[in-house]
């Protein structure tokens, strides 16, 4: 069972920084391409970045670029989100996803929809 935990959430003021992130607790390991999506109340759930298996692949969203990094690290099975530069637009919910073993592994997928596989989701908030 893939089981995905995201931390790091919180509160933080207008210019401030977080790091989320997203470790694999489950008994199964899933080797896959992995994203953050934000969903704001009232609105879609958005992708906000994505990293290929490999890492040699990223994306972000116009709105993060210059101000937040995906990385990831395979041996702890962990996917981070640092987020600089924070404004109040950036207020959602985070989520990790992870997608599957058969997209190729310098894929970073951008829909949800590639992704089977979420966290429960980390609040963030930033005040003004």
């Known amino acids: 069972q893939v089981q995905l935990v995201e931390s790091g959430g919180g509160l933080v003021q207008a210019g401030g920084s977080l790091r989320l992130s997203c470790a694999n607790s489950?008994?199964?390991?899933?080797?896959?391409?992995m994203g953050w999506f934000r969903q704001a109340p009232g609105k879609e759930r958005e992708i906000v970045a994505a990293?290929?298996?490999?890492?040699?692949?990223?994306y972000y969203a116009d709105s993060v670029k210059g101000r937040f990094t995906i990385s990831r690290d395979n041996a702890k099975n962990t996917v981070y989100l640092q987020m600089n530069s924070l404004k109040p637009e950036d207020t959602a919910v985070y989520y990790c996803?992870?997608?599957?073993?058969?997209?190729?592994?310098?894929?970073?997928?951008?829909?949800?929809?590639?992704?089977?596989?979420w966290g429960q989701g980390t609040q963030v908030t930033v005040s003004a």
């Open positions: 996803a992870a997608g599957t073993t058969r997209q190729s592994t310098n894929y970073a997928p951008r829909s949800r929809y590639e992704y089977p596989y």
């Open positions: 489950g008994r199964t390991f899933i080797s896959a391409a």
């Open positions: 990293i290929s298996r490999n890492s040699e692949s990223t």
